[in-house]
C-alpha cells in the first residue's frame, strides 16, 4: 500500500474476487510503522532479501564452546562462523540447547562449520578412554565419503594415522568398502594404508531426523572397542592390528573435519563428553535412560561429571558476532563476523546527512576478515539480481579483492560477484561483467562510494554514486551456486579453498564496507539513484543582496553554460561558494 505514513491508521476493506466462486470482503483496523529515515528507508522500501546495516558495535569475540568437564577452560573450544547456535536439544524435558552442523554441499566432500578443541595431551591418552555424543543427522549417510560427527585423527603427511574417528554411514545399507549400515568408529596405530586400522567397528540403525545417543568405549586393559547406540551394545571388536597410537598434536573437532573442508556432518549435536576412562555397559545405559526421561531424578549433566567426564561439552553456547539482517529473509540469513574490526565510522552526517549520526560501519583487513554468511536457499536463486554496498576501499587491494561475492561451483560453473579486480571494479559472473576503472581517489582516498550492480536479465550494469558507469550484455546471468557461500568482504567459502579457521577463504577486501543489500531483481536507475541521493543534502542555493552563495556537503563542484554541459569543474571551489549576482547565466551541480 504505497504512499502510506506513520501517521495513517484507518479502517481498510480488503476484497478477493474469484471466478467462478464466492467473492469475500474483510475490513480491519491498520497501523503504519513508520520507515526508517534517510538511506535506510529507501533501501528498505525496495524490499531487499538481505539487508546489513553492519551497525553491530562489536568486538569480535571468540565464539567459545564452553567445557563443563573436570579439564576446565583448557578444554573450550571454539565454533566455526557459520555454526548454529541454540538449536533444540536433545535430553527429554530439558530446555538446554544443541549446536547445528551445515555443509556446503550434500556429497559430504566440503564445507564443514566444525567446534574445534585445541590438542591436549590430556584428552589422548594411550590407555582407555570413552567418547559420548547425542546426535540428530538430518541426511542419511553417504555410501562413499561419509559424514563425519567427530574427529580426532591426525595423518603425518606419510599416510602414517593416529588417533580415532567416528563416520556417519548409510542408515541401513552396506557401504561399498564393507562399512555400514550405522555409525563406523575407528581406532589407528601409527602407520599407513589398509592396516593403519587398529579396530574398525560398525553398528546402529539410527534414524534421519531423530535423536540418538552414541558412545565409544576403548578398553586398554582387553583390549577392545566397543560401541553403543541408544544404550544398547551395536558393535564390539577385540581382534586388534598392533597397539593403539594416540593422537599427538590434531584438534578434537565436532561436526566435521577439523581443517574446516571434509565431510560436514549435517545436523544437530548436543552433549559431547570425553573420559580417560571406560565407562561400563552399565554407566552407558544409565545416561541414556537419563537423558530420555522427563522427570529424571539427577540432572543430566551432574550424571556425566560424577562418571569423570574430562572434557564435557553442552553446545549450548549463545550466538556471537552475528551480523543482523534487516531485509525480508529475516535470520535466516543472518551473518558472522569473522576477524572484522567492528565500530568504526561508516557514512554520518555533516558530509552524508541521509544517515544516523552514530552509522556504524565494518573494517576489513584484507587478510582473514570476512563476513560468513552461509548459503541460505533464499539467497540462491537464478536470473535478475542487484549487489549494493557503500565501501571506502584502502589502498592497497589484491588482484582481486571481493566485496560481496558467492563462491564459485566445485567446477567453478558459477559465481556472482561485486568485487575489484586489478584497478577495476565489476559486477558479474565468471561468464560475463560490466567494468570501470577505479576513478582517482577512491583507493585510499578516504571517501566513502556507493557501489550498484545489476543484470536486468539482458546486461551487467555497474552504478557508482548513484550513476550508470558501465554495462555489459549477457544472455546467461547468474547460475545457481549449490556447492559455495555468500560472504561480504572475501569471495565466499567454496571447495577448493582452505585454511582453518578461514578455510574457503581468498579473495579478501582490504578497506570499510557499510550497507550491503541482496535484491532478487534488478533495481532501476531511478531507485539506484534515489539510494544515493538519500544520503546526503543536495546542492543549496542561497541570495543575499548581490551575491549567490552555494553550499553542498561533499564532492565537486562543477558549472556549464548549459544545462546539458559540458560540466567542468570549478577550480579550487570549497562550500560554501559564493558568485557575484552579476553573472547572466550558469548552471551547477555536484560531481562525486
Not at 538430518?138 to 585423527?153: D, E, K, V, Y
Not at 549450548?316 to 552475528?322: I, K, L, M, Q, R
Not at 531507485?527 to 541570495?543: N, Y
Request: charged share 10%; net charge negative.
Amino acid at each position: 500500500m504505497p504512499g502510506l505514513t506513520a501517521t495513517d491508521a484507518a479502517n481498510y476493506t480488503c476484497t478477493v474476487s474469484n471466478a467462478g466462486g464466492p467473492t469475500t470482503s474483510s475490513s480491519a483496523a491498520l497501523t503504519v510503522l513508520p520507515l526508517p529515515a534517510g538511506v535506510a528507508g529507501a533501501v528498505i522500501t525496495d524490499l531487499p532479501l538481505a539487508y546489513y546495516r553492519l551497525n553491530e558495535p562489536g568486538p569480535v569475540v571468540p565464539d567459545v564452546a564452553t567445557n563443563s568437564g573436570s579439564l576446565g577452560t583448557a578444554g573450550d573450544g571454539t565454533y566455526f562462523p557459520g555454526g548454529l547456535h541454540q538449536v533444540p536439544g536433545a535430553l527429554a524435558g530439558d530446555p538446554d540447547t544443541a549446536a547445528g552442523y551445515t555443509g556446503i554441499d550434500v556429497n559430504s566432500e566440503d564445507g564443514t562449520v566444525p567446534t574445534i578443541v585445541p590438542y591436549n595431551a590430556a584428552l589422548n591418552p594411550n590407555g582407555s578412554f570413552t567418547i559420548e555424543t547425542w546426535l540428530k543427522p538430518t541426511l542419511q549417510g553417504n555410501l562413499g565419503n561419509a559424514q563425519a560427527p567427530l574427529n580426532n585423527q591426525y595423518d603425518d603427511g606419510s599416510g602414517n594415522r593416529f588417533g580415532w574417528d567416528f563416520f556417519q554411514r548409510a542408515a541401513a545399507t552396506q557401504t561399498p568398502d564393507g562399512n555400514g549400515p550405522g555409525y563406523s568408529f575407528r581406532m589407528f596405530n601409527g602407520t599407513a594404508g589398509s592396516g593403519a586400522k587398529l579396530f574398525n567397528i560398525t553398528g546402529g540403525l539410527y534414524q534421519v531426523g531423530a535423536w540418538s545417543h552414541l558412545v565409544a568405549v576403548y578398553d586398554a586393559s582387553v583390549p577392545s572397542a566397543t560401541l553403543y547406540l541408544n544404550g544398547v551394545q551395536v558393535a564390539q571388536s577385540t581382534t586388534h592390528n598392533g597397539s593403539y597410537a594416540s593422537n599427538p598434536s590434531s584438534p578434537l573437532s565436532i561436526g566435521g573435519y577439523p581443517d574446516g573442508t571434509q565431510n560436514p556432518f549435517i545436523g544437530s549435536m548436543d552433549e559431547v563428553a570425553l573420559y580417560t576412562n571406560a565407562l561400563t555397559a552399565a554407566q552407558v545405559l544409565d545416561h541414556y535412560q537419563n537423558g530420555t526421561n522427563a522427570a529424571r531424578g539427577t540432572p543430566y549433566p551432574s550424571l556425566i561429571i560424577a562418571d569423570g567426564a574430562a572434557e564435557y561439552l553442552r553446545l549450548d553456547d549463545p550466538a556471537h558476532n552475528t551480523a543482523v539482517n534487516n531485509g525480508s529473509l529475516g535470520s535466516l540469513a543472518d551473518g558472522t563476523y569473522s576477524h572484522t574490526i567492528n565500530g568504526v565510522a561508516g557514512p554520518q552526517p555533516p558530509t552524508f546527512t541521509g544517515f544516523e549520526s552514530t552509522n556504524l560501519a565494518v573494517s576489513f583487513n584484507g587478510t582473514n576478515s570476512y563476513v560468513e554468511l552461509e548459503n541460505p536457499a533464499g539467497l540462491n536463486f537464478t536470473g535478475q539480481v542487484t549487489l549494493e554496498a557503500w565501501i571506502q576501499p584502502g589502498a592497497a587491494q589484491g588482484f582481486e579483492s571481493y566485496i560481496i561475492a558467492h563462491g564459485g561451483n566445485d567446477d567453478f560453473s558459477g559465481e556472482t560477484s561485486l568485487r575489484i579486480e586489478n584497478g577495476v571494479y565489476q559486477i558479474g559472473s565468471n561468464h560475463g561483467h560490466a567494468a570501470l576503472p577505479v576513478p582517482a581517489g577512491d583507493l585510499g582516498g578516504g571517501q566513502w562510494v556507493h557501489l550498484v550492480g545489476t543484470y536486468d536479465g539482458v546486461n551487467w550494469n555497474l552504478y557508482r554514486n548513484g550513476v550508470l558507469s558501465a554495462s555489459s550484455a549477457d544472455n546467461i546471468g547468474p547460475f545457481l551456486v549449490n556447492n559455495a557461500n555468500w560472504a561480504i568482504g572475501a569471495r565466499g567459502k567454496w571447495r577448493y579453498a582452505f585454511g582453518y579457521p578461514d578455510a574457503g577463504l581468498d579473495r579478501q577486501f582490504n578497506g570499510l564496507i557499510d550497507e550491503v543489500a541482496f535484491y532478487n531483481y534488478a533495481l532501476t536507475p531511478s531507485r539506484i539513484q534515489a539510494h544515493f541521493a538519500a544520503s546526503a543534502q543536495p546542492l543549496k542555493i542561497s541570495r543575499s543582496g548581490g551575491q549567490i552563495t552555494l553550499t553542498w556537503p561533499a564532492g565537486t563542484l562543477q558549472q556549464a553554460d548549459n544545462v546539458t554541459g559540458t560540466y567542468s569543474d570549478v577550480a579550487g571551489a570549497t562550500s560554501p561558494y559564493t558568485i557575484s549576482a552579476s553573472v547572466a547565466q550558469k548552471f551547477y551541480r555536484i560531481r562525486f
